[in-house]
């Protein structure tokens, strides 16, 4: 595997290898934001994984902008202690990088957890509801409460929160900063002409309705020190016609590379319950193909990437920098063994060192039942449906 476990420079952070593991939400906080012990097994087995990079799930910058009152978040002094002791106890063990997805969830805020009343969302006046905010007044869907369009003392409040939370995840130590642009959260609402009817100066032609991503990059960027990497996450095409899609991440993409973006980590969908999405083993690669041509900075790809093999060949093929990779990092080495033994093919685990695997096994039941459960409840595409949360 000579692409994989080639040593990759992210920016000034030099990674040991290409193996990314992907942000995933846990829906494990209390109504408060603060990380606790199951974010210390969670990351702690995560960074015993021989990774080169691990990205922690979304993290809210407004509580507002989580997508369940049970979202972990970056936005205060609580949250920020918390954060600190987590990453303390599993500092102690690894020396993986960690970096963190900074995140607002806007018009698909103010949900249950996945895995309750289907992750639906919740009133504003009922508990754990909240008004949720949006580039226009359009809910993800028909049923949902209507968003608050954001006025522009709105959208200066979310450009703060982000570069404070970028301040704050400095002082944590954390190594990488990603903002959450993708999967139909605010970013992306702004940035898909579906979801951004705005008349301002943040809607309409692209280069305004890419505003808001560039105020909050070039804010997060200014908040932190020179050898922090900011990358960012979009979603290549809402899979829906008239939305955002290659084309516009091109041209993104060359905006974001122009101005000291890190990397650009490629997924797609999650903006538009309309999507039309045929899923299969690495289907969002050739999204990453497409940028990576046009780009300097490295370019992660990300999507039923399953195998060593398949992440070996998207790299020696020139698909992307670095693979990403988030049910396979997580699937217990149990399953793996036995769909080898069915002789089928292992995950991406069989590419990280044996003793991975000898700790992953030892937690697998308990932690397997956990992981199966979030898993169900995600909208993430599998190979034969879905899509991206
Ligand atoms: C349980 C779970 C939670 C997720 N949470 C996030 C998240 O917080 N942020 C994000 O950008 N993507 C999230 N995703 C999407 C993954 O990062 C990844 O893009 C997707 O699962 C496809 O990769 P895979 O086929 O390797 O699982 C989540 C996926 C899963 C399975």
Redesign the pocket.
């Given at each position: 595997m000579p692409h994989l476990f080639a040593p990759l420079p992210l920016g000034p952070l030099p990674l040991a290898n290409r193996i990314v593991v992907?942000?995933?939400?846990q829906y494990a906080c209390a109504d408060d934001g603060c990380a606790n012990d199951w974010h210390v097994q969670h990351w702690g087995m995560l960074a015993q994984s021989g990774a080169g990079l691990l990205l922690t799930?979304?993290t809210a910058v407004l509580p507002e902008g989580r997508i369940s009152w049970a979202d972990l978040g970056l936005y205060d002094d609580a949250c920020e202690a918390a954060f600190a002791q987590a990453l303390a106890g599993v500092r102690r063990w690894s020396p993986l990088p960690v970096g963190v997805?900074l995140?607002h969830a806007g018009r698909k805020a103010s949900t249950h957890r996945p895995w309750e009343q289907g992750g639906r969302a919740i009133a504003p006046d009922a508990a754990h509801g909240w008004r949720t905010q949006a580039p226009s007044a359009l809910g993800y869907a028909p049923d949902d409460p209507t968003p608050q369009a954001l006025d522009a003392a709105g959208i200066a409040r979310v450009v703060r929160a982000f570069a404070d939370a970028a301040r704050r995840a400095a002082r944590l130590g954390l190594e990488v900063i990603e903002l959450?642009a993708?999967?139909g959260y605010l970013l992306h609402q702004f940035l898909s002409p579906l979801s951004n009817q705005r008349t301002d100066g943040y809607g309409g032609p692209l280069e305004q309705r890419m505003r808001l991503l560039l105020e909050v990059f070039d804010a997060v960027r200014a908040a932190v020190p020179e050898a922090m990497p900011v990358g960012v996450?979009i979603s290549a095409t809402d899979w829906v016609d008239g939305g955002w899609d290659l084309p516009q991440s091109i041209a993104l993409a060359k905006v974001l590379d122009a101005r000291g973006c890190a990397y650009i980590h490629v997924?797609s969908g999650g903006l538009h319950p309309a999507q039309q999405i045929a899923p299969g083993p690495g289907y969002q690669l050739p999204f990453a193909a497409a940028i990576r041509r046009e780009v300097a900075m490295p370019v992660i790809g990300?999507?039923?990437?399953?195998t060593p093999e398949q992440a070996e060949a998207a790299l020696a093929q020139g698909q992307a920098d670095a693979i990403?990779?988030?049910?396979?990092a997580v699937e217990p080495a149990l399953a793996v063994a036995r769909r080898r033994r069915a002789g089928r093919a292992g995950g991406c685990l069989a590419a990280l060192p044996a003793r991975v695997a000898a700790r992953i096994a030892a937690h697998a039941a308990a932690r397997g039942r956990r992981q199966r459960r979030?898993?169900r409840n995600?909208t993430?595409?599998s190979a034969t449906a879905g899509a991206?949360?």
């Open positions: 992907a942000p995933m939400c799930e979304a997805q995140a959450h993708a999967h996450r997924s990300v999507g039923l990437i399953t990403a990779l988030a049910r396979a979030l898993t995600a993430v595409p991206a949360p």
